[in-house]
């Protein structure tokens, strides 16, 4: 039996499994703040004799559930990615996502297998603002929210583009976060997976001389796609090690793939399948409210785009127009809205994510659709 590694370094203080139970129980107590409190709870779920940890799946594509994930292959996930992006022991490790869910609990186990110094910080919109002045980062993961907001701080900017390695997930990253990536020196990639495959399994390259349009898959993992088109994954440390996904993807090679959005999110318009994701990426430099791509019954396609903005009110008619030409700049004819929908606010996920479903049937009920 291969022994879980069981020590850590936080904040360049290192800890014994004893002297890490200790400060888990200190870290989960109620006087702590929320995000505190998550890192001390899953420290004594890795520390305890069970072999599993149970983890809240996001509730990106249906109803959050509790699931249970085997210690050993959060382990493993954490090998592999130290080996695909070359992760050195003693070097810096942030965390800066909630160790409540999968995403946040694996920079933990990466710091632990990797022997990293995890560096530890509130997992707010801006979490660089945290990160002391001076303090040497090799490693981070964020949300697309959290990189862009970090662009937009010129102290916080610097902090990024000091990070030697940065791993984007958790929701699609449209082309002017990419864009505004590629002056960074740091390997920015983003990443592929979901609470099932303990985060990603696949990395795609955001930026420098190595920026591709394909995701690469962690070493031993291959994958394949299903009748649907949508990617099938061979990953050695699941049980079972095949996982179906509704994921719509292009396979180029047995480690390679292109990937076009969620199946359940496809709009089929006279034969035509939409991907909004795709469109959604496209549309992003011209749209400043949150907002997501939709689709509405139609006698005569079937199914129409639509968007849907994040606002109490509805845009002047002569912004519509400016929306819509510059829209047309980027979209093909068929891409292109037929119909804008504004919600005073959408509903989201447990952790903030747009949920589509609910937020549509809401504007769709306030507009009698």
């Not at 050993?72 to 160790?99: V, Y």
């Not at 050695?236 to 990937?259: G, H, K, M």
Request: aromatic share 6%; net charge neutral; with cysteine.
């Amino acid at each position: 039996m291969v022994l879980l590694p069981k020590a850590l370094t936080i904040n360049g203080k290192h800890y014994s499994n004893g002297e890490l139970m200790i400060l888990a129980d200190s870290l989960a107590a109620q006087n702590k703040a929320e995000w505190e409190q998550a890192l001390g709870l899953f420290l004594r779920q890795w520390l305890d004799e069970k072999e599993s940890v149970d983890v809240m799946t996001s509730g990106s594509t249906g109803k959050p559930k509790m699931i249970s994930i085997r210690k050993t292959a959060m382990r493993n996930s954490a090998s592999m990615t130290g080996d695909f992006l070359k992760l050195q022991k003693g070097e810096t490790a942030l965390l800066c996502l909630s160790a409540a869910y999968i995403a946040g609990m694996m920079m933990v186990v990466r710091a632990m297998t990797c022997q990293m110094n995890l560096i530890t910080v509130p997992p707010f919109g801006s979490p660089l603002d945290f990160v002391p002045a001076g303090q040497i980062i090799n490693f981070a993961a964020m949300v697309p929210a959290q990189v862009f907001n970090s662009l937009s701080s010129p102290e916080s900017k610097r902090k990024l583009e000091n990070t030697d390695t940065l791993i984007i997930g958790g929701a699609p990253i449209n082309r002017e976060l990419e864009n505004l990536l590629q002056p960074l020196n740091g390997n920015i990639y983003a990443s592929f997976g979901m609470t099932e495959t303990i985060t990603h399994i696949a990395l795609r390259r955001l930026n420098g001389n190595q920026r591709s349009e394909l995701y690469t898959v962690l070493p031993g993992i291959s994958v394949g796609s299903d009748k649907r088109g949508c990617l099938v994954a061979h990953v050695p440390y699941l049980q079972p090690d095949t996982i179906a996904t509704n994921d719509c993807v292009i396979i180029e090679s047995p480690d390679t793939f292109r990937w076009l959005g969620r199946i359940d999110h496809v709009i089929n318009s006279g034969g035509l399948k939409l991907f909004p994701e795709e469109i959604e990426s496209k549309a992003a430099p011209f749209i400043q409210q949150r907002f997501f791509i939709a689709s509405l019954p139609d006698k005569k396609l079937g199914e129409i785009p639509c968007l849907v903005m994040e606002s109490t009110d509805p845009l002047p008619e002569n912004e519509v127009e400016q929306l819509l030409i510059k829209l047309r700049s980027a979209l093909r004819k068929e891409e292109m809205p037929r119909i804008i929908l504004y919600a005073n606010s959408f509903a989201e996920t447990e952790n903030g994510k747009i949920n589509r479903k609910e937020s549509l049937a809401k504007v769709k009920k306030a507009n009698r659709l």
